[in-house]
C-alpha cells in the first residue's frame, strides 16, 4: 500500500501518525504534489487530495475517515474508528472544526481583492465556538485527540491566523502536552506564513 501524503497536510497527518501508532505493516509513503496538473496522484486519485492510501489492486482510499476505516482491518488494537456514540460524536466535531480551519485558510490563499469577509467572519466565529466547547470538554476518544492535535498543530504553523490560544489555557495546555508525542513530532507540517 502506498499512502500519498504532503508534509503540510494536517489529514494525512493523521493517517500518518496512526498506522504507526498501530503498528500496521505494508505501508510506504510518498510525497506528491497538490493542485498541479502534472502530480503523480491524479492517475490514482482524480480527486487530487492527500490523504489517498492506494492499495495493492490499485484500488485508491480517499477521505481521511474512510481510510482509517480501512485501517481498522489491519490492525487488532483499539479501533481508529469510535463504536460508541460519544466517540463518534467526538469525531465529528473536531473534523468540522478543521474543515472549517479548510475553508477559512484558503481564503486567505487568495489574492486579498478575491477574500469574502463574510466567509472569513463565518470560519472563525465556528472555530471559536468549537475551540471554546473544547477548552471546556477536551475529547477523550484516541482518534479525536489525535484529529484535534492534527487540527491545532496546522494552526501553529500555517494558519497563526487564528488566536486559538488566547483564553483557552487548558486547550493550550492539552494541546502542548500532546504535541510533545514522538511521532507528532517526526510529523511538523512545515511554516507556511499564513
Ligand atoms: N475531506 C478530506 C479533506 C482532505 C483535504 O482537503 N486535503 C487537502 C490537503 S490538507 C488537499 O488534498 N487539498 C488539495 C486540493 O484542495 O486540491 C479528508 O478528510 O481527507
Not at 157 to 166: E, I, P, Q
Request: glycine content about 8%; overall charge positive.
Amino acid at each position: 500500500m502506498i499512502l500519498h501524503y504532503v508534509p503540510g497536510s494536517p489529514y494525512a497527518r493523521m493517517v500518518r501518525i496512526a498506522w504507526r501508532e498501530r503498528g500496521i505493516a505494508g505501508i510506504t509513503e510518498h510525497e506528491t504534489t497538490l493542485r498541479d496538473p502534472a502530480s503523480d496522484l491524479l492517475p490514482h486519485n482524480p480527486v487530487g487530495r492527500v490523504p489517498t492510501l492506494v492499495l495493492a489492486d490499485g484500488t485508491a482510499l480517499t477521505e481521511t475517515l474512510l481510510i482509517l476505516t480501512h485501517l481498522d482491518r489491519l490492525h487488532a488494537g483499539p479501533r481508529l474508528i469510535p463504536e460508541t456514540p460519544q466517540g463518534l460524536a467526538e469525531l465529528g466535531q473536531v473534523f468540522g472544526l478543521l474543515d472549517g480551519i479548510a475553508v477559512w485558510n484558503r481564503e486567505l490563499r487568495r489574492p486579498v481583492h478575491e477574500r469574502s469577509p463574510g466567509v472569513i467572519a463565518l470560519e472563525e466565529t465556528r472555530a471559536n465556538r468549537t475551540a471554546t466547547r473544547l477548552e471546556a470538554a477536551p475529547p477523550t476518544h484516541a482518534t479525536a485527540r489525535l484529529a484535534l492535535a492534527c487540527a491545532l498543530g496546522y494552526c501553529e504553523r500555517r494558519h497563526t491566523a487564528w488566536h486559538w490560544r488566547h483564553g483557552r489555557p487548558a486547550l493550550s495546555a492539552w494541546f502542548d502536552s500532546a504535541a510533545a508525542a514522538p511521532l507528532f513530532q517526526a510529523t511538523l507540517p512545515p511554516i507556511s506564513g499564513l
